[in-house]
């Protein structure tokens, strides 16, 4: 803590012009009462009077008022993350009022920010525990019954533990999500950006989801045909899983013999907007400012029923804002939904339409 002290010398000279006021009034009178007003003698005692008074009421003042106030910066000062004790000490009030008005405030902002994460935190291990407990008793469900004596059973036997695989791929799933979204949240995972054709990357990701979405008979299609490649500057491998996210996702809650259409459009001179958008079910407007948090969904059962970690959103969000974009949502039940982001196009495409 700085030993340096702020003065404020306002009170002492106000203190002191009224101190000096008062006795020049009371000793002119009583000159003149006398008959024997001079003026160079009430001036000369004026300044006498005004200098005695500021000085002894300053001294006092900072003596009296320091040690108070000092006692409350070492006390603040045991809080290590305080701003409130790095300035010097003031025996201003109005200065103290104001700096204790701002560390109050500081302090309510910390707290409810300590609130609101171990309610979060709350939410996130109930969340992991259930997402993880599902897989895990089935795997032990099957095991068991095989112990039980189904082993001796060849076609049991192979039904019950493939389908303990599926759970137990299902833990791996969830385990290698949570380890991404981790590594994105602390900003551990170094991102390897290129220049790449985004409308090709889009393809591709069509070709990877094309029978997932036969079984809804749901048509992955562009909103035009695009003729020219679009090149972006952005880490392939993620923007991959973005769009793969997105798309399975809108396959997921999308109405079967729907449509889930992508289209890639300039925003702005460096920048594009992908768009994927459907004709599903769509999400009902008290959902979506939650959307993106881990775990959350907003249909319990159906999306249980449809598989997933319940990250891909989360994950979705956190890869596009380490590129430093954004990503928007907009969406009207029975209607559908579309979610976009932004992307930075290729430099080397910049240079050329300069």
Do not use: C
């Amino acid at each position: 803590m700085p030993i340096q002290l702020k003065r404020s010398y306002r009170f002492a000279f106000r203190s002191a012009v009224l101190i000096t006021l008062l006795s020049s009034l009371l000793l002119g009178g009583l000159l003149y009462f006398l008959q024997t007003l001079d003026w160079s003698i009430v001036l000369l005692f004026s300044i006498l009077v005004f200098t005695t008074s500021f000085a002894v009421l300053q001294i006092r003042i900072e003596k009296f008022i320091y040690r108070r106030i000092k006692k409350i910066y070492d006390d603040v000062a045991l809080l290590d993350s305080s701003s409130f004790t790095s300035g010097p000490i003031t025996t201003d009030m109005r200065t103290l009022t104001a700096e204790i008005e701002k560390f109050a405030q500081d302090k309510k902002i910390e707290i409810d920010t300590l609130k609101i994460r171990e309610e979060y935190r709350k939410d996130f291990l109930g969340n992991v525990s259930h997402e993880l407990k599902t897989p895990l008793f089935t795997v032990q469900g099957y095991i068991l019954t095989l112990l039980d004596g189904a082993m001796e059973d060849k076609s049991i036997r192979k039904k019950y533990l493939q389908r303990a695989n599926k759970a137990v791929e299902r833990l791996i799933y969830i385990i290698k999500d949570l380890d991404l979204i981790t590594k994105l949240e602390v900003g551990d995972l170094n991102l390897e950006r290129e220049d790449f054709d985004v409308i090709e990357l889009i393809h591709s990701v069509f070709d990877l989801l094309e029978m997932k979405a036969a079984k809804k008979k749901i048509t992955l299609t562009f909103d035009m045909e695009y003729t020219e490649p679009i090149y972006v500057y952005a880490d392939k491998e993620k923007i991959q899983q973005v769009l793969t996210n997105l798309l399975v996702n809108s396959i997921k809650y999308g109405h079967r013999d729907g449509t889930s259409e992508v289209s890639v459009e300039n925003l702005i001179k460096n920048k594009v907007i992908v768009r994927v958008t459907d004709n599903g079910e769509g999400i009902p407007q008290k959902h979506i400012p939650r959307l993106f948090e881990r775990f959350y969904r907003v249909d319990q059962s159906g999306s249980r029923s449809e598989g997933g970690s319940g990250l891909g959103l989360s994950i979705v969000k956190h890869i596009i804002e380490a590129h430093d974009e954004k990503i928007y949502v907009e969406s009207v039940e029975e209607v559908g939904s579309e979610f976009s982001f932004t992307l930075e196009k290729a430099k080397k495409i910049e240079m050329k339409t300069i």
